[in-house]
């Protein structure tokens, strides 16, 4: 296994985010942490990714405590995409990913050719080779986004976490991000995402949230049902299978909001 | 790929031109003022003293340039170093372009420790100057972060935590010298505060160099973690970085060097302000280069500084903390209006 977490909570204020959720991610697998806003998926997100530690329930790093490594050790095997990370430095495109080869580098190691070879593989992974030298104010959120990706990918990490990585971006930017994410070979990835579409079609499986607590896992065929769509966002929908498998959802518009107050009589 | 060797060429062509400039500056320093001294009986002094080079030299003369003026400069050097390398810790961690030791209060806190310990004789004795500005610097960083955190996450709430701050302890200066001090004490106190070089001996560099060095030798060590701040606290401490950690150590060693350098020569401002992006125009935002070069630039920044505000009023000496606030409030408003353009 790579990530475990087992029975993991978190709270603030008296109040629960995370309540008791376990689950083990596969290796290779896409694994998608759906729910409404305010379900606890970025919480649970910076508990995985050993941001926060949980107040109860632990996770384990390939079968090691995540409590024992130290932050470094994490970094080198996990690396996370944040929802919308920026910056007023005149940093290039470039620097921002190099920024992906500090876990790997201490304080008096030198920057190497093997990390130039590592930082310009990352940048054609996505396509933002000819961007290197351009500054960061200058480029859109989808080449901000890809940048980001590509700095986590010059982490080398086994697994790459994401949190709602396509939140910004327009449809085309959403599904080509994710499908960027979805070719990289021997990687492990966990992405919070708030479209059930994007998870139906990316997600080898997904784990739905609600109220904090882990509601449904399983493949997304399976598990993204009318009635759990219903139960967990509040909305009605109509989901279809098309020929190649893949899953059709169509939202139906809510019902008109009554006035609870009506004129008694009008002449 | 080998643009390794050609940066390590260029890097160290860069280190060798600031140590140029920055010795043309000692120098000049050392040659300007009130008398003028011709450069080579500067450098004539400097042999005599350094290496015993026996050259036949006026006595009033060696004495000005050596005990006098020389030692004012390194003192300068020293302070602007450690002011540039304070703001760009400060700028960095909070992520604020407008961070610097003064704006935060920092400064203001340190003069409060200063003269709680010098006047009021706080700490019975045992405490040395030096030790009750830290103590003020920190406890004034404290309240200015804690009354940001209370304030909201905006960026400007730093900033204006930071003002309230230092009215706070401006005032509590001004009460305890007013209170304590007698007239005489209270003149030099009041202009000790708006930053003044004269009086500084060569005592004086005994402290503020190796404080300086070492805030220098810190900060590169962190130059990395630093580097990793770019997009947040939450990326940093994704790419690894012990945050608090790091916090602790930075933002203690920038009070230290605000403190040791307002006990020498009162709280100067907008040096940490203006050096950092005067520093990141000339040489980029990585903290590996932008950190030797900003105590570069803040060295070379104060000597040129305290010699104008030797020379600019005949047969009067300016605190140079009027001509820092001359150069750096319209760089201020500079980075404010930039700021706003870009966001």
Redesign the interface.
């Known amino acids: 296994m790579t990530i475990s977490a087992r029975n993991i909570s978190w709270s603030i204020g008296g109040q629960t985010i995370v309540n008791d959720v376990s689950f083990d991610i596969v290796p290779g697998e896409f694994f998608g942490i759906i729910g409404p806003n305010g379900s606890g998926k970025t919480t649970l997100i ?1 508990l995985i ?1 050993g ?1 926060r530690k949980p107040r109860n329930g632990h996770v384990n790093l390939f079968g090691e405590p995540m409590a024992s490594l ?7 095997r ?3 995409v ?1 929802q919308h ?7 290039t495109a470039r ?2 990913v190099e ?2 080869r ?2 790997h ?1 201490g ?1 008096l190691t030198p ?3 093997a990390d ?1 070879a590592i930082v310009d593989a990352a940048l054609r992974e996505v396509k933002m080779s000819t961007f290197a030298h351009r500054l960061w ?1 200058t480029l859109s959120g989808g080449e901000r986004q890809r940048l980001h990706i590509a700095r986590a990918l010059a ?1 080398q990490p086994e697994i790459l976490i994401l949190d709602e990585p396509t939140n910004h971006l327009d449809v085309g930017h959403q599904l080509g991000l994710l499908e960027l994410v979805r070719q990289q070979r021997d990687l492990t990835v966990i992405a919070a995402l708030h479209d059930l579409s994007h998870a139906a079609m990316f997600c080898d499986r997904v784990a739905i949230m609600h109220g904090g607590r882990l509601v449904v896992l399983g493949p997304p065929a399976e598990v993204l049902t009318t009635k759990v769509i219903t139960d967990v966002f509040g909305v009605s929908a109509e989901i279809e299978r098309g020929d190649d498998g893949e899953l059709q959802i169509r939202y139906r518009r809510p019902k008109p909001h009554r006035p609870q107050l009506q004129l008694v009589q009008s002449v | ?1 080998t ?2 060797t050609a940066s390590w060429t260029k890097r160290s062509g860069a280190v060798f031109a600031a140590l140029v400039m920055l010795i043309i500056a000692l120098w000049l320093g050392a040659a300007i003022g009130e008398t003028a001294i011709p450069m080579d009986i500067v450098a004539k002094t400097v042999a005599n003293r350094l290496w015993s080079a026996g050259y036949p030299l006026e006595p009033l003369d060696e004495g000005i340039i050596w005990n006098y003026r020389l030692s004012r400069a390194v003192v300068a050097a020293c302070c602007g170093a450690a002011l540039g390398l304070s703001g760009v810790v400060l700028q960095s961690l909070l ?1 604020n ?1 407008l961070a610097d030791p003064y704006i935060l209060g920092i400064s203001a806190g340190a003069s409060t420790g200063a003269v709680s310990v010098a006047i009021l004789g706080v700490g019975g004795g045992l405490l040395t100057l030096p030790i009750g500005a830290f103590a003020g610097a920190l406890l004034a960083f404290g309240l200015v972060s804690l009354l940001a955190v209370r304030a909201g996450s905006g960026t400007n709430a730093i900033i204006l935590a930071g003002v309230a701050g230092s009215q706070l302890f401006n005032a509590l200066t001004s009460f305890i010298v007013t209170k304590a001090a007698n007239a005489e004490q209270a003149r030099g106190i009041m202009f000790w505060l708006l930053g003044n070089l004269s009086g500084v001996r060569w005592e004086d560099v005994g402290q503020s160099f190796p404080v300086a060095l070492a805030g220098l030798l810190v900060c590169l ?4 973690a630093l ?2 701040f ?3 606290t ?2 940093a ?6 945050v608090r950690r790091v916090y602790v150590v930075l933002i203690g060693v920038s009070a230290l060097m605000t403190a040791v350098m307002v006990g020498i020569v009162g709280s100067i401002g907008f040096v940490g302000l203006v050096i950092p992006h005067a520093a ?1 125009m000339l040489v ?3 903290h590996g280069v932008l950190l030797p070069a900003s105590a570069m630039t803040g060295a070379v920044f104060m000597i040129v500084a305290d010699i104008v505000s030797r020379i600019i009023l005949p047969g009067q000496v300016l605190p140079i903390g009027v001509i820092t606030a001359l150069v750096g409030a319209p760089a201020f408003a500079m980075i404010l209006t930039q ?1 706003k353009a ?2």
């Open positions: 910076s990714s941001l130290a932050k470094r050790q994490i970094s080198q996990i690396a996370l944040e990370a920026e910056t007023t430095e005149r940093i620097q921002a920024l992906g500090t876990p580098l304080a920057w190497s050719q130039d104010y982490q | 790929m643009t390794a992520r372009a060590w962190h130059a990395r580097d990793a770019t997009f947040g939450e990326s401490a994704s790419l690894g970085i012990p990141r980029g935002v990585r700021k870009r966001a």
